[in-house]
């Protein structure tokens, strides 16, 4: 993983913004979830727009030309239209040749596209895959229902794979170490729209049962880390720092709690963007290195939840060595 990128929408909406139209309060909303703000598109912007801004800063943080990208992932459950893919815009406004599709685990869906793209260079000829998130959640709000419409913002985030010889076994310790993912549709009514294409031709509302998503979110993220990390063959204290998925900050803590995991070590901007859905991974991940928290070589691990329900971790190691 050489290269991250992010994006969030110049409108910035805060606690107390929403309350003008919103029954809630930067109280209500603080104590329960620790957001503070939240972003949403202009007129006109789109899921793919988002997502071209984030692959942009990827590229250029890879030190990659665009034309070596060869697959494009991309984890979305908002995308611009039913069909094509989204992924095959993003490629149109890159202007570049790669294999394009979009795949969609909801807020797990940046964890489930690492591990489709990792899967496809290792047993495929890609060498440069660019895994986008993105989302704008705003367009499946409904402000009437408080206890979901203040938790979601817009957002895009994007990193780049690359594929190295490493006929020597030097690198073995480098890259995505690990990638452990789940699904459980006996879940499926706990997170979910009220509409779709094959339902009622509608997009729909989210509907959220809060209670049993922060129970099934605090145990499966748990579990998914614990795995991630066997089968990397690491243990928790070698993690320089943990980035989960930006839902809900009780839900983080209670997941470091439950770890016992070091909070300084684990990455949270829940405050400052809300749940982005698969955008929320990369967005923290660029502001930890931005502030120089990650640095290149660090063993990093992530962890998602989203509605199906499906979760999934990886234990990453980012960057790439100096000789390469």
Known sequence: MTGVGSYLPINKCSNEHLSNFVDTSDEW?????????????????????????????AIENAEISKKNIDLIVLATTTPDNT?????????????INAVSFDIQAVCAGFVFALSVA??????????????????TMSKLLDWNDRSTSVLF?????????QKF??????????????????????????????????????????????????KHAVDKLSSSLEEALIASNKNIDELDYLVPHQANQRIILSVADRMKIDISK??????????????????????????NKILNGNLIG???????????????????????
Request: aromatic share 8%; net charge neutral; proline share 2%.
């Open 165 to 214: 010889e490493n006929t020597e076994c030097k690198y073995d310790d480098w890259g995505i170490l690990s990638n452990v993912i789940h699904s459980d549709g006996q879940f499926y009514d706990l997170l979910k729209t009220n509409g779709g294409v094959s339902t009622n031709q509608k997009v729909g509302f989210i509907e959220m049962e809060g209670k049993e998503v922060f």
């Open 302 to 324: 992530i962890q998602a939840i989203g509605g199906g329900l499906s979760w999934g971790a990886s234990i990453i190691r980012i960057g790439k060595p100096k000789n390469l």
């Open 29 to 57: 909303i603080s104590k329960r979830s620790g957001i503070k703000n939240r972003h949403f598109v202009t007129d006109n912007e789109k899921t793919s727009d988002m997502s071209f801004f984030a692959a942009n800063k």
């Open 83 to 95: 069909f094509p893919s989204t992924a095959t815009l993003v490629q149109k406004k890159l202007e």
């Open 266 to 291: 684990v990455v949270s901007t829940v405050k400052d963007h809300g749940n982005t859905s698969a955008a929320s991974i990369p967005l923290a991940l660029e502001n930890a290195i931005n502030s």
């Open 118 to 135: 990792k899967s496809m260079m290792t047993e495929g000829n890609y060498k440069n895959c660019l895994v986008i998130g993105a989302d």
């Open 153 to 161: 913002g817009d957002g895009a985030g994007a990193v780049i794979l």
